[in-house]
Structures are given as structure tokens and as C-alpha cells.
Nanobody, 114 residues
Framework: VQLVESGGGLVQPGGSLRLSCAAS????????MFWVRQAPGKELEWVGS????????LYADSVQGRFTLSRNNAQNTLYLQMNSLEPEDTALYYC????????RGQGTQVTVSS
């Protein structure tokens, strides 16, 4: 299993970013996928989930209405569209094959600051 995240960066509060995750080494289209994050000094936090076919999505209360998960199974890619970013969203973001984040990539840093 290989998961490679990209798209992070520095953004001002209220801004947007789109994260991508390239998956390989497993049948991506057969698995629900997840985004998790870890802020400095805090534990890993579940952000959201998307079913194998993309039909259903679930979000943490802290990101509901601001973040959107999507996927392209033909390209083995998972996305996280993040809008209305807040300083509290600053974290290392991982895509994961399980909701606990035990199988995850190396992460991409998102920093929200003015």
C-alpha cells in the first residue's frame, strides 16, 4: 500500500486548498478512504470518510460544511477540498485506508495563518 499526499501549503484564514492523495498497491476502488490530521501537540484526528464508490461521505463536526471529500477511482486518487480555512485547521493532513489512520501516507502540511 502506498499513499502519497500533496497540495498542502500556507494559506490565509478564509482561504482554500485542495489536497490530493495518489494511491497504489491495492484495489483503490474497493475501499472506503479517509482523511485524518494531526495538529502540533495533538492526537491524530479523523476528518472525513468516503465510500468506495463515493456515494456517501461523512465529516467531523469541526469541518462539516467547509470540507468536501471526493475521489476518482479511474485515477486512484482521493481529494480533500478545504474552504473557509481557519487557523485551527493547521495540521499535517494524511489520507488513510482506515479511519484510525493506521495505514496512511507521509502527510502534507497545511498552515493557516495571516
Amino acid at each position: 500500500v502506498q499513499l502519497v499526499e500533496s497540495g498542502g501549503g500556507l494559506v490565509q484564514p478564509g482561504g482554500s486548498l485542495r489536497l490530493s492523495c495518489a494511491a497504489s498497491g491495492f484495489a483503490f476502488g474497493m475501499f472506503s478512504m479517509f482523511w485524518v490530521r494531526q495538529a502540533p501537540g495533538k492526537e491524530l484526528e479523523w476528518v472525513g470518510s468516503i465510500s468506495a464508490g463515493g456515494e456517501w461521505k461523512l465529516y467531523a463536526d469541526s469541518v462539516q460544511g467547509r470540507f468536501t471529500l471526493s475521489r476518482n477511482n479511474a485515477q486512484n486518487t482521493l481529494y480533500l477540498q478545504m474552504n473557509s480555512l481557519e487557523p485551527e485547521d493547521t495540521a499535517l493532513y494524511y489520507c488513510a485506508r482506515d479511519s484510525a489512520g493506521n495505514i496512511r501516507g507521509q502527510g502534507t502540511q497545511v498552515t493557516v495563518s495571516s
